[in-house]
């Protein structure tokens, strides 16, 4: 299968090339976190969890989401969604390999990782963490990996696939709410406790997972001719506008509580992150442009003229991953963080070595989702379903029906020598032949398609 | 129609399974509570700062760098076990702003050791543990360096080695304890090598003006413990339910 992946046009080599570079500038700054420490980031005795851990959580979403939304597929049969699924399982591959990644170069001592395991912990939600985490990257490898085999093959998906996929969607939703519990659990810091965490959590990586699933969708219908299918992608948007609108509503009651209950532990947090505090303010502007970028996309998505044109699709998408990413990054790990334990404000912003780490891993994700992708597009293209050549031909002929049967009445034919109009092509050529003696054969010099 | 057999046996393994499971759950939350043991020590402290004599003072500051090796770096990588911050920032919900000098009172902090410690539950290595005498521990070989303790911590009590702390000591100035590597979280471990010898914490002995009180909580006749019952006493927040083990006592307008 893999070779599919090594064939490619100058674009597709190109972005590989962008992305092995993404890579190796990652590869270098990191060099340099391991020998100095975690010191060349912008963390802090008081902000110690920043970027690597943001984009973390982030990921996390984006991961459990893609899976959710595709699977239902094959519970239901619905084959027409199949290429959807496929490109869903992929993305999560990618993701929960960022997210592994994310927490290795946020660690102190990365050899020591295994302690984890060597010494398991169940009282620490980190430990299940690790241990979701892991299971979900391998079910989704295994699921995706015998969907495409099964096609090359032509056969059905054995019994214990469909095991595995229907495992995979509970545990898709655990894996976020296991992330959102890491938090929401700590009594120290009073933004993340909140029972409200993991629905949160939830409704925006429902929202922005399946975002960059239609962008990627619609990059591949562009430049790959690899189409999902019209039906899939609008049913994937519905999902996202839900979602988004969701994931404001519960961002709305957060606020309500906090704002109205003016509990201080909560009310800092929240006060520190929208307005600033003792003159300190660097996530002010971000967390507004997050909050009015959502509302606008939403706006956006919610009309269906809008939702249905394509170029409009993937702007609103890009805005609300946009908006979700500086939410669940910078607006949800840092703030939790300021004001500090002692009461003090101490900022953080990453540094350029640490957003150089951080592309690097992006680079290392979307190396792999666009691997895989090429791979599976591949495969479906090589290898189409007697039922999908059926309904491409169906398709054809369908398209040809409705040209005929919605152009002949639009149109209107005039002659030329006299001006007089006719509905029918055949009308205007026996006016011609009868009024002005031009043979039936060339009677397109004088009748004219009118407009 | 289902049959009553089948019905039984159903209902039965159903039943089973539902009392089965909520006795493992007892148990699994059990895991979550580090249990009060009676028998043994629990230890504790008392930091009077009617008695404190300050910033102009810090010996059991100084005390605690020696006999810790603690590295000494200026600015957001700062690395303390026992430091001095304001009465305000110490006790952010018992100040207000028409509070006078109290708010400026400088007020000895350091890791509470508490009944129940946030810290020890959210370590996915067992790399911070309670000791059955109540201290809480830090294995700086196990530490992963993931921070999840500092998160989890609401005192602000555990510093991290952001970077290599062994450029920023100028002497080892106890050859007894280990300095500590990039990458591991560190905080106060209330001296357990000394309290296993038989001796006190390195700041208690330091003070010249007998503020910091450290006694056995759970001996019934210990200085600590009269003291408890007697004066008037307050703890770090006190809302998170960790129950500190470190006590303050307030300088009553003599300040």
Redesign the interface.
Same mark, same amino acid.
């Given at each position: 299968m893999f070779e599919k992946a090594l064939k490619g046009g100058k674009l597709y080599w190109s972005w590989i090339a962008f992305l092995c570079l993404l890579i190796l500038v990652g590869l270098a700054s990191y060099s340099v976190q391991w020998q100095?420490?975690?010191?060349i980031?912008g963390?802090?005795?008081?902000v110690?969890?920043g970027l690597y851990i943001a984009n973390f959580t982030f990921l996390v979403g984006v991961a459990a989401s893609a899976v959710v939304v595709a699977l239902p597929t094959y519970i239901y049969n619905q084959h027409k969604f199949e290429k959807m699924t496929t490109l869903g399982e992929f993305l999560a591959v990618a993701a929960v390999t960022m997210c592994i990644l994310f927490?290795l170069v946020?660690?102190?001592?990365?050899m020591?990782?295994l302690?984890?395991i060597?010494?398991p912990?169940?009282?620490?939600?980190?430990?299940f963490d690790?241990i979701v985490l892991s299971g979900y990257a391998l079910w989704n490898i295994i699921i995706a990996w015998y969907i495409l085999s099964s096609r090359i093959t032509n056969t059905d998906i054995s019994w214990y696939v469909k095991v595995i996929i229907y495992l995979a969607i509970p545990w898709a939703i655990s894996i976020h709410t296991v992330t959102a519990y890491?938090?929401s659990?700590?009594?120290?810091?009073g933004m993340w406790m909140t029972a409200l965490l993991a629905p949160r959590f939830l409704a925006s990586a429902f929202a922005a997972g399946p975002s960059l699933l239609i962008i990627a969708a619609i990059i591949a219908k562009r430049y790959a001719n690899f189409d999902v299918g019209r039906e899939a992608i609008d049913k994937v948007a519905q999902i996202v506008t839900f979602a988004m609108i969701v994931n404001l509503f519960f961002l709305g009651c957060e606020l309500f509580v906090v704002f109205y209950s003016q509990h201080?532990?909560h009310l800092a947090h929240w006060t520190y992150l929208l307005f600033g505090m003792d003159g300190y303010g660097k996530l002010v502007p971000w967390i507004w442009a997050s909050i009015g970028l959502g509302i606008f996309a939403v706006l956006m998505m919610i009309h269906p003229t809008t939702r249905k044109n394509e170029q409009l699709l993937v702007f609103a998408c890009a805005l609300i991953f946009i908006s979700i990413w500086i939410d669940k990054g910078l607006g949800l790990i840092v703030p939790?963080?300021i004001p500090?334990?002692?009461?003090?404000v101490?900022e953080y912003w990453p540094t350029m070595l640490e957003t150089f780490i951080a592309l690097g891993v992006w680079g290392v994700g979307l190396l792999i989702f666009t691997v895989l992708g090429k791979m599976a597009i591949g495969v479906f293209q090589d290898y189409p379903t007697e039922e999908e050549l059926k309904e491409m031909m169906e398709e054809e002929k369908e398209e040809e029906v409705v040209e005929e049967v919605v152009t002949a009445p639009a149109k209107e034919y005039t002659c030329e020598l006299c001006g007089a109009v006719f509905t029918d092509l055949d009308e205007c050529c026996e006016h011609a032949e009868k009024e002005h003696k031009i043979a039936k054969a060339s009677c397109d010099i004088v009748c004219f398609e009118k407009g | 129609m289902i049959s009553r057999r089948k019905f039984l046996v159903t209902f039965g393994s159903a039943l089973a399974g539902v009392i089965l499971s909520a006795s493992q759950l007892e148990k699994?939350l059990a895991?979550?509570q580090s249990v009060e043991k009676g028998s043994s020590s629990q230890w504790g402290m008392i930091v009077d700062l009617s008695k404190c004599a300050g910033l102009s003072c810090q010996a059991c500051i100084d005390a605690c760098v020696r006999e810790h090796n603690i590295p000494k770096i200026e600015g957001?990588?700062?690395?303390w076990w026992i430091t001095f911050?304001k009465f305000?920032?110490?006790f952010?919900?018992q100040t207000h702003e028409m509070l006078g000098e109290f708010k400026e009172l400088p007020t000895l902090?350091l890791c509470n050791h508490c009944y129940h410690p946030?810290c020890t539950?959210?370590?996915?290595?067992?790399?911070t543990w309670q000791r059955e005498d109540g201290i809480v521990m830090m294995d700086w070989h196990?530490?992963?360096? $993931?921070? @999840?303790c500092?998160?989890? $911590?609401? @005192?602000?009590s555990r510093?991290?080695?952001?970077?290599?702390p062994r450029q920023y000591l100028a002497e080892i100035t106890n050859p007894m304890f280990p300095t500590r590597?990039?990458?591991?979280?560190e905080k106060c471990i209330f001296c357990y090598h000394r309290i296993d010898r038989g001796e006190l914490p390195a700041c208690v002995e330091a003070c010249p003006n007998d503020a910091l009180i450290f006694g056995d909580l759970n001996k019934f006749d210990s200085e600590i413990r009269k003291m408890l019952g007697e004066e008037y006493t307050i703890v770090r927040k006190p809302?998170?339910?960790?129950k500190p083990k470190i006590y303050y006592i307030l300088p009553w307008g003599e300040k």
């Open positions: 100095v420490g975690l010191g980031t963390m802090s005795k008081e110690s969890w927490v946020d660690l102190g001592r990365p020591r990782v302690h984890v060597l010494y912990s169940p009282n620490s939600v980190m430990f690790f890491l938090y659990g700590l009594v120290a810091r201080p532990e939790g963080y500090s334990m002692v009461h003090t101490v | 699994a895991a979550f957001k990588h700062h690395i911050v305000e920032n110490a952010p919900e902090i946030p539950k959210v370590c996915p290595t067992q790399a196990r530490c992963i360096g $993931c921070r @999840y500092m998160a989890a $911590c609401p @005192y602000g510093s991290f080695n952001w970077v290599d590597t990039k990458g591991v979280v809302s998170a339910g960790t």
